[in-house]
């Protein structure tokens, strides 16, 4: 996939769904004012790898799939103001997502798709796409309002080159929608854990001392690149995930770093972005640690 003009697209997973429907406002709310074009991405396949299957009902199954897409397309230039293209390719869709990510300024899903159980509230592109995305990963609730103005940005820190990312975005995001950025950092005493999950011999003060500290250094080194941007900080005394889930329920945004300090290595979701997934209301951002 190459874009003309060498602009990247928001790129927008589209299946119909309620929550692809409000992933494809958002998007192009988002590309009003970035002034991207949208792109919208729809993934097709035959649903039953391990049985055989004509190539007439394919070219059937490809037919629909090509309606849906142009579905979207036909949605998003209703919605007006940008330009909107579409994108279809047979695969599994993380897999599609994923791939068409690479050419992508970013990417916006809804969180869950048409498949999966009733009561489900994240479906598996919405947690495999921003586990694994070169590009920051939007994911948006179906029923959420797109905010127009005075948007209110929570973003979780604790220091690390990922929450630093987060952070920049979060600010960039607050620039463009004229909003606020809150900056969380919520901090625990490992050695107050119960049972044997506590750790001994931990000096509590001197840890947390720390963590502040490189708290009030991410947030002092960028907040000057968008002196604009109202930001206020907190560092609470709370596990982080309880912390972020919290200071996000008065939100219009909630950001967050892949590959933070609860993070184990590798392209894998830590416990507070999981949280945030499942429990949070907002739309909730997952930006990649940088390069």
């Known amino acids: 996939m190459s874009d003309r003009g060498g602009e990247q697209p928001i790129l927008v997973g589209y299946d119909e769904s309620p929550g692809s429907e409000q992933a494809l406002r958002w998007a192009v709310h988002e590309a009003r004012l970035r002034g991207l074009p949208v792109l919208v991405?729809?993934?097709?396949q035959w649903p039953y790898?391990?049985?055989?299957?004509?190539?007439k009902v394919l070219a059937q199954v490809e037919r629909i799939a090509?309606?849906?897409?142009?579905?979207?397309?036909?949605h998003g230039r209703e919605l007006g103001g940008v330009e909107v293209r579409p994108i279809m390719a047979k695969g599994p869709a993380s897999a599609v997502l994923l791939e068409a990510a690479r050419e992508a300024a970013l990417v916006v899903l809804g969180s869950r798709g048409v498949g999966g159980f009733e009561d489900?509230?994240?479906g598996s592109a919405a947690v495999q796409v921003p586990a694994h995305s070169s590009k920051p990963v939007v994911v948006v609730r179906p029923g959420e309002p797109v905010v127009r103005d005075g948007a209110r940005i929570v973003v979780g820190i604790d220091g690390s080159p990922a929450s630093r990312a987060a952070f920049d975005f979060a600010l960039e995001e607050a620039a463009l929608h004229g909003g606020t950025v809150r900056a969380i950092c919520g901090w625990w005493d490992p050695g107050a854990l119960p049972g044997p999950d506590a750790l001994p011999f931990v000096d509590a003060e001197t840890m947390r001392a720390g963590a502040e500290a490189r708290f009030r250094e991410v947030v002092l080194l960028l907040t000057s690149r968008y002196p604009a941007v109202p930001v206020t900080t907190e560092f609470v005394a709370e596990r982080p995930p309880r912390a972020i889930v919290e200071a996000a329920k008065d939100a219009t945004l909630l950001v967050l770093g892949r590959g933070g300090l609860d993070s184990r290595s590798?392209?894998?979701?830590?416990?507070v972005t999981q949280a945030a997934l499942t429990e949070v209301h907002c739309p909730v951002a997952v930006t990649p640690p940088p390069d």
């Open 41 to 44: 991405c729809h993934a097709w």
């Open 49 to 55: 790898p391990l049985r055989p299957v004509s190539e």
């Open 66 to 74: 090509t309606a849906v897409v142009h579905n979207g397309v036909r």
């Open 266 to 271: 590798g392209p894998v979701l830590g416990v």
């Open 120 to 122: 489900l509230r994240v």
